[in-house]
């Protein structure tokens, strides 16, 4: 009875999830957490990290990022005006920012809040690797990816307490192997395959703004080669990664580079830097 009781009360939650469309793919989306409260809350972190670490300003470098960044966001808006979503961006306030450090990384938070590392400008090795960077991380946040992360997770805690209610009637090695066992599942299993396909989706996704935006897509499996002899083969197996690997990505990158030019010929794009 105790077990039934859980699963009605799990059911009655996911009754209820909202949902959102992703309008690069037309799929539901998770979105327990509306922009509404997610986005404050991002852009107020993100003037905390700019505030808390050495911004570049006024160097070609940070004119670079900014530029590229604003060709990017423009050319979402061209692709979401042209499929139907005209006003999907009135929430987002798009800010590209260099930051002094030499981590090899760039990120974007909720609502198109950007930062590039200086770490990562040798391996994008030009505007075009910056534009390959850029697209992807312009894609998370288009995709509300963030927003899927948060949903995700609670969704996770929930089913852990449920799991924990559900074993509770078990001795205490029971109980252990039990929790160990949903914990190992819901990371390996799920959680980490829900942020591999994110990553993936970034990637196609970009590598489709990148060629409206003007920039050569088949730049971007070159970077992840660059990526890939950077690292020096220090990688997680994928299916232990947040990340696909970088073969996975290459593979891809290059397959999807054609359909990302063809997109881009439906804008008037017909050459690329």
């Known amino acids: 009875m105790k077990n039934k009781k859980i699963v009605v009360a799990l059911g009655s939650v996911f009754l209820f999830l909202s949902c959102a469309?992703?309008?690069?793919?037309?799929?539901?989306?998770?979105?327990?957490?509306?922009?509404?409260?997610?986005?404050?809350?991002?852009?107020?972190?993100?003037?905390?990290?700019?505030?808390?670490?050495?911004?570049?300003?006024?160097?070609?470098?940070?004119?670079m990022i900014t530029r590229v960044g604003q060709k990017i966001s423009k050319a979402s808006e061209r692709w979401l005006n042209a499929n139907g979503y005209a006003g999907y961006l009135k929430d987002y306030k798009w800010e590209y920012n260099l930051v002094d450090d030499k981590t090899v990384n760039a990120w974007c938070m909720p609502g198109g809040k950007i930062v590039f590392y200086t770490g990562i400008?040798?391996?994008?090795?030009?505007?075009?690797?910056?534009?390959?960077?850029?697209?992807?991380?312009?894609?998370?946040?288009?995709?509300?990816?963030?927003?899927?992360?948060?949903s995700a997770s609670q969704i996770q805690q929930v089913a852990g307490v449920a799991t924990t209610v559900a074993a509770s009637g078990q001795n205490e090695q029971t109980q252990q192997i039990i929790g160990t066992a949903f914990g190992l599942g819901s990371q390996l299993g799920v959680m980490l395959p829900f942020s591999r396909s994110h990553e993936t989706e970034a990637d196609r996704i970009g590598l489709q703004l990148m060629a409206i935006a003007g920039y050569n897509p088949d730049e971007a499996a070159e970077l992840w080669k660059r990526m890939k002899a950077n690292s020096g083969g220090q990688a997680p197996a994928e299916f232990m990664s947040t990340h696909p690997s970088n073969d996975t990505r290459?593979?891809?990158?290059?397959?999807?580079?054609?359909?990302?030019?063809?997109?881009?010929?439906?804008?008037?794009v017909t050459s690329f830097k």
């Open 21 to 63: 469309t992703n309008p690069f793919t037309g799929k539901q989306t998770l979105a327990l957490v509306p922009n509404s409260q997610i986005l404050p809350m991002a852009f107020q972190q993100y003037d905390q990290f700019l505030g808390e670490n050495k911004v570049v300003k006024g160097t070609a470098d940070a004119q």
């Open 121 to 150: 400008l040798p391996i994008a090795d030009g505007e075009t690797g910056v534009a390959a960077i850029m697209g992807h991380e312009v894609a998370h946040a288009l995709a509300n990816h963030g927003q899927q992360r948060m």
């Open 250 to 268: 290459i593979s891809n990158l290059t397959a999807w580079s054609p359909a990302a030019k063809a997109e881009a010929r439906k804008f008037g």
